[in-house]
């Protein structure tokens, strides 16, 4: 079942961090898609099924970021 989950991470100022949060969340099992609005911080994941808050949150980490509730 396809799923679509929207979060706000903190920090990215420019198109690295946009492809940092990209790469790492992209690479998590079953992610179909990633878009990023770096204006808003929202981040867009569409994927296979759900995925839980402490994969994205490992994965934004990774990146470098976090995510704001």
Not at 26 to 48: C, F, H, M, N, Q
Request: with cysteine; net charge negative.
């Amino acid at each position: 079942m396809a799923t679509s989950t929207t979060i706000t991470v903190s920090g990215m100022t420019c198109g690295h961090c946009v492809a940092s949060v990209k790469e790492e969340v992209g690479a998590l099992p079953g992610v179909t898609s990633v878009d990023v609005d770096l204006e808003s911080g929202r981040v867009t994941v569409d994927s296979e099924g759900p995925l839980s808050r402490e994969q994205l949150d490992a994965a934004v980490a990774e990146a470098g970021y976090e995510i704001v509730a």
